[in-house]
Structure formats: structure tokens, C-alpha cells
């Protein structure tokens, strides 16, 4: 049989592990205590994602100029990222500064026959995504 200290130390390890598996949350061993694997779950119940009413849109114009605006956002300033869903790349990113809640950015350099959305990040608002557009160009 183990002798006591090695067993309390044993134990002291593997609750601390259960314990950043489940603030982390990523699911619990299958003979963890149902405790971790609760506390992992009431992390994803608080909705930590979309944490505010912020909406973002992207209009592309037909020169390939664009427009993101941002509404209802908590943070003052607002990473955001021009998003080739094509391609899976990001064609461009810039900080904006919100104006009561809003802000406008506008841009060019699109290419042609693409699709793009708009993503932003603030830690008050989380992630923000926007519709998905698919920029056609007239060729003559």
C-alpha cells in the first residue's frame, strides 16, 4: 500500500490538473468527478462568446472599395480583420476607434470573384463576424 504522503500528493496533482482542464474548458477525463466536468460546462453556459449586442456589416462597392460598419459596441477600440473566405486569409487588418458604440472603416483592394466577411475582436464585445459577401466584377 502507498504510504500516505505519496497518496496526498498524488492526489493533490491530479485534482490540480482536473482543475486547469476544466478552467480551460476542454472536457473532463471519463473517470474525472462530476464536478470538473460540470464546471466546464457552466463556463459554456455563461455564453462568453457574442457577449454583446454588437452587429457588424461589409458592403463591397464595384471598384472593390469596401465599408465595415460597427454598432452597439462596448469597447472603445475595435480590432478588425478583412477575411478572404475563399481562400481562408486575411487580405487586411486595422484598429477603429468606436464613437458611441459605432464605427465606420472604408477601404479598397478587394479582388474580384471572391467571397469576404469582416471579423472583429474586443475583450468587452468578444468575436463579431459579418455576412458573408461575394464580390463579382463586371468584365467587358
Not at 20 to 40: E, F, K, N
Not at 119 to 135: A, C, E, H, P, Y
Request: aromatic share 10%.
Amino acid at each position: 500500500m502507498k504510504s500516505s504522503a505519496k497518496w496526498r500528493a498524488w492526489l493533490m496533482i491530479a485534482g490540480v490538473l482536473l482543475g486547469l482542464l476544466a478552467s480551460m474548458g476542454v472536457a473532463a477525463p471519463a473517470g474525472a468527478s462530476s464536478v470538473a466536468a460540470t464546471s466546464s460546462q457552466s463556463q459554456a453556459d455563461r455564453g462568453d462568446r457574442g457577449r454583446s449586442d454588437a452587429d457588424l456589416s461589409l458592403r463591397i462597392f464595384r471598384n472593390g472599395d469596401y465599408r465595415v460598419r460597427g454598432t452597439d459596441y462596448d469597447a472603445r477600440r475595435v480590432h478588425v480583420w478583412i477575411v478572404n473566405v475563399s481562400r481562408d486569409r486575411v487580405v487586411d487588418e486595422f484598429y477603429a476607434r468606436t464613437h458611441h458604440g459605432d464605427f465606420t472603416v472604408r477601404d479598397d483592394g478587394l479582388r474580384c470573384d471572391r467571397t469576404y466577411k469582416a471579423v472583429t475582436f474586443s475583450r468587452k464585445d468578444g468575436w463579431v463576424s459579418s455576412n458573408k459577401v461575394r464580390f463579382h466584377c463586371d468584365r467587358y
